[in-house]
């Protein structure tokens, strides 16, 4: 009886933390790939930076000054252009996590909706039993 019990309980208490988890799992997975993903990026933006001050340190004359200054504006052109990029797959990566999410309460809710509609119909031949037995 009390093993029972006890299954019940547990198999319960695993419904009930199931989306929690499921949520928490999924939040975590977002994370790790916003993170992976800034990291890279930074990665990228911190060897532009270095490369431009090698070079910086390679003029030598008005020459070198001169092609320091078009690939300065070259290299701005394309950083630029790689930011754009940048928050265009974040962007797509957290309208992602929100459609996941919206997934997740979506399904959530439905499974609520079926198990308080079970628990409804196990419940009313219950009360139609007492309320009849007042009755008499």
Do not use: C, H, W
């Not at 547990?10 to 997975?29: I, Y």
């Not at 532009?48 to 001050?53: D, F, K, L, S």
């Not at 997934?103 to 007492?130: D, I, R, V, W, Y």
């Amino acid at each position: 009886m009390q093993d029972k019990m006890m299954d019940a309980f547990s198999e319960q208490t695993r419904k009930m933390f199931e989306p929690m988890r499921k949520m928490n799992s999924l939040m975590l997975n977002n994370m790790e790939k916003m993170t992976q993903y800034q990291l890279e990026a930074m990665k990228r933006y911190s060897q532009m930076g270095t490369e431009r001050i090698r070079s910086a340190t390679e003029i030598n004359d008005a020459e070198g000054l001169r092609d320091f200054g078009t690939k300065q504006a070259e290299v701005m052109n394309e950083l630029s252009q790689q930011m754009q990029e940048d928050a265009r797959v974040m962007g797509e990566m957290s309208m992602q996590f929100k459609s996941e999410m919206e997934k997740l309460f979506s399904e959530a809710g439905q499974k609520m909706n079926e198990q308080a509609t079970a628990a409804a119909k196990g419940e009313q031949p219950a009360k139609a039993s007492s309320q009849s037995s007042r009755k008499s």
